[in-house]
Nanobody, 128 residues
Framework: VQLQASGGGWVQAGDSLSLSCAASGSMFSSGTMAWFRQAPGKEREFVAAVRWSGYSSGNTYYTDSVKGRFTISRDRVKNTVYLRMSSLRPEDTAVYYC???????????????????WGQGTQVTVSS
């Protein structure tokens, strides 16, 4: 599985931005796709995840700081996961990475180690 993220850019606080992550190769029968982000000098952190297939397919999960502002979705025909970001804040500034993992369980969903494949990252900059 190869992941190609796109859609980052520079926006002002309060604006919206959408990211895409196109997956190529064979998608697994039971897995999860997610978005993480990493701000300068900080650890890579979980943003959102969606069950790609299998049990709870389509279910979405978010870190508290983005709930109500970000929406993750997937298109299984296009093999693409999206992250729609609204009401952006300067603290959302980071490099955003998409990730895919087989057999990700609930307790590890927010852990980088649960994911097998990573995209190259796309920069999102929010100015105040």
């Amino acid at each position: 599985v190869q992941l190609q993220a796109s859609g980052g850019g520079w926006v002002q606080a309060g604006d919206s931005l959408s990211l895409s992550c196109a997956a190529s190769g064979s998608m697994f029968s039971s897995g999860t796709m997610a978005w993480f982000r990493q701000a300068p000098g900080k650890e890579r952190e979980f943003v959102a995840a969606v069950r790609w297939s299998g049990y709870s397919s389509g279910n979405t999960y978010y870190t508290d700081s983005v709930k109500g502002r970000f929406t993750i979705s997937r298109d299984r025909v296009k093999n693409t996961v999206y992250l729609r970001m609204s009401s952006l804040r300067p603290e959302d500034t980071a490099v955003y990475y998409c990730a895919a993992g087989r057999g990700v369980i609930a307790s590890s969903r927010a852990s980088r180690n649960a994911y097998d494949y990573w995209g190259q990252g796309t920069q999102v900059t929010v100015s105040s």
